[in-house]
């Protein structure tokens, strides 16, 4: 009775927390709000590599700041109570994401990568810090928190040191976890866990990836016992790292719109047209220096070769007037000190002598024998 009762706890917890990883709450709930503007679809597909800075026009960092490695991006817990979360601008509905991860070590610490939609249907991984053999799936319907039958827990070995491959594979049938290329799970739009379908997400959703403690003062026992107990502070700093994450839209539309408040697939509206997140991904980078230099011409090319020499032959002709001038004053500033030198020498000699008749005419100087 007592280990059922734990076990309840611990799915109850896993259920909790889940949505707290992220938020219980949006913006704009498009099923009790019919005014919420529309979602910027992605519309595409595409893969971040995360050594570099991300574009803020796809990305926010909605907590926290990425340290950016020459492996991919930390996102470190370095200070008590600290998190970080990162979300994208952009929505899929339907789709695929595959994260490249390793997973942050630490009692109380949860590492996430989920997808999330503004009505809060959920697609998540998840990873406890006190087990780094393991990684939890899980998703949820509209935010519905009522049964905690939903997670599953797959073996990994060394999660914290090791980059493992997590994707999502998400369309209106079937919801499919997998780990390097294997297949851990699969959950069908209709089936009694996910009560046939009420319970399915289904509707545009984002990315959020997040390193946050839930072993913190306040929280419920259920949730410190999922997370592996308080955080032990002293232990910072706490790291999940991403080295890059794919993204695909199975619609190519502008953006997404709900009509009604079912939540259901049904509902979504896509509009037509491409999409700013597309555009900003194919937008053409700035130009390099080199890259300038071959669009111009063989003409121009030409040209500038010319004016280089000509203006290296103008810095040559100058320093050689202006060394020659150098040497000039130089010989001319010797003659003139050899000739004060003389004229010092000269007078000199007239003093000596002045001075010997004035002691001679006194009688006081004596020539030694």
């Not at 529309?38 to 597909?45: D, M, R």
């Not at 998190?83 to 590492?111: C, D, P, Q, R, W």
């Not at 500038?304 to 000039?328: D, E, H, K, M």
């Amino acid at each position: 009775m007592a280990s059922t009762l734990l076990r309840v706890l611990f799915l109850l917890a896993f259920t909790i927390s889940t949505t707290g990883a992220s938020s219980s709450e949006t913006d704009c709930n498009p099923i009790k709000n019919t005014s919420c503007p529309a979602e910027p679809a992605l519309g595409t597909e595409h893969t971040w590599l995360f050594n570099s800075t991300l574009d803020d026009k796809l990305w926010d960092m909605e907590t926290g700041k990425i340290e950016y490695t020459d492996e991919g991006a930390d996102f470190a817990i370095r200070t008590e109570n600290a998190s970080t979360l990162l979300v994208s601008n952009f929505y899929i509905f339907f789709g695929i994401m595959e994260a490249h991860v390793k997973m942050a070590k630490g009692a109380g610490i949860i590492s996430s990568v989920i997808l999330q939609s503004d009505d809060l249907d959920e697609i998540d991984w998840e990873w406890v810090g006190y087990n780094t053999s393991g990684v939890q799936s899980d998703f949820f319907g509209k935010g519905n928190t009522t049964t905690s039958d939903r997670g599953g827990y797959h073996a990994v070995s060394n999660a914290d040191t090791e980059w493992h491959n997590y994707t999502s594979y998400w369309d209106k049938d079937r919801l499919e976890w997998w780990i390097d290329g294997d297949l851990v799970r699969t959950v069908n739009y209709s089936e009694p866990l996910t009560v046939y379908g009420k319970n399915y997400p289904q509707t545009p959703s984002r990315v959020k990836i997040s390193n946050w403690p839930v072993g913190i003062k306040g929280q419920s026992l259920g949730n410190l016992e999922w997370g592996g107990g308080y955080v032990n502070w002293t232990d910072v700093p706490f790291i999940m790292s991403v080295s890059k994450v794919r993204v695909q839209d199975f619609h190519s539309g502008k953006e997404y719109t709900y009509n009604g408040t079912s939540g259901s697939y049904e509902s979504i509206n896509v509009i037509s047209g491409n999409s700013t997140a597309k555009k900003e991904i194919n937008k053409t980078p700035p130009e390099t220096t080199a890259e300038k230099w071959d669009d111009l011409g063989e003409g121009a090319h030409i040209g500038v070769y010319v004016g280089a020499a000509v203006a290296g032959a103008a810095l040559v002709g100058a320093f050689g007037w202006w060394c020659v001038r150098q040497r000039r004053q130089g010989r001319l500033q010797r003659a003139l000190d050899d000739d004060a030198h003389g004229s010092q020498l000269t007078n000199m000699e007239d003093y000596k002598a002045q001075w010997n008749q004035t002691q001679w005419g006194r009688k006081s100087y004596q020539p030694v024998a």
